[in-house]
């Protein structure tokens, strides 16, 4: 279904009010201002949050409206800095059991460059194994389970924590590790 079908009601005035002036340099500026005192946020969800903006009032300034130096000012000053939204969002999924994989992705979906992305990728990396004994305790996979468990019951847990990003290694021995005893990285 089309988006503006399905969502015709946001789009509609209501009585007796007023729209929205459309965007100046000023209000631009204020906005993106508001945004990331509010969020932490990376270059492109700023970006992506201030053409949406434009998008919905439209622009008064003169000439093309300035997202891509707002955005690089914003950079500069501080206010958005992908490396650490980055490494802050990869402790956040790895706390959470989430493997490098699958912090990835979500760093990826959330517009961070490829190089702040593979230093971080890296070290979620580095984590790994903690990372998915997390999601296995959390889960109650493998020796963490309340009982023994049962071929189905494997299997579940191996798609799970593959689907969250782990190597099939790691999942391969944490499931199959021998019920009631907590595995090592090593062993």
Known sequence: MDATVAQSWRMRPRPGHTPAPP????????LALGYVGRYATTRA????????KLAQRGWAGEGDPPVATLV?????????????????????????????????????A?????TDRAS???SAAAGGWAAALALARRRRFGPFAPISPD?????????????????????????????????????
């Open 23 to 30: 965007l100046d340099d000023d209000s631009l500026s204020r």
């Open 151 to 187: 071929r189905a019951a494997r299997q579940r847990a191996v798609a799970a924590m593959l689907r969250a990003g782990h190597p099939l290694e790691f999942v391969i021995r944490i499931v199959e590790w021998p019920f009631g005893t907590v595995p090592d990285e090593d062993g």
């Open 110 to 114: 959330a517009g961070i460059a490829d």
């Open 45 to 52: 969800r700023l970006a992506a949050y201030l053409e949406r």
């Open 72 to 108: 690089a000012r914003f950079a500069s000053l501080g206010y958005v800095d992908d490396l650490a939204y980055a490494n802050a969002r990869a402790r956040v999924l790895q706390r959470r059991g989430y493997g490098a994989r699958r912090i990835g992705a979500a760093l990826r």
């Open 120 to 122: 971080v990728e890296d």
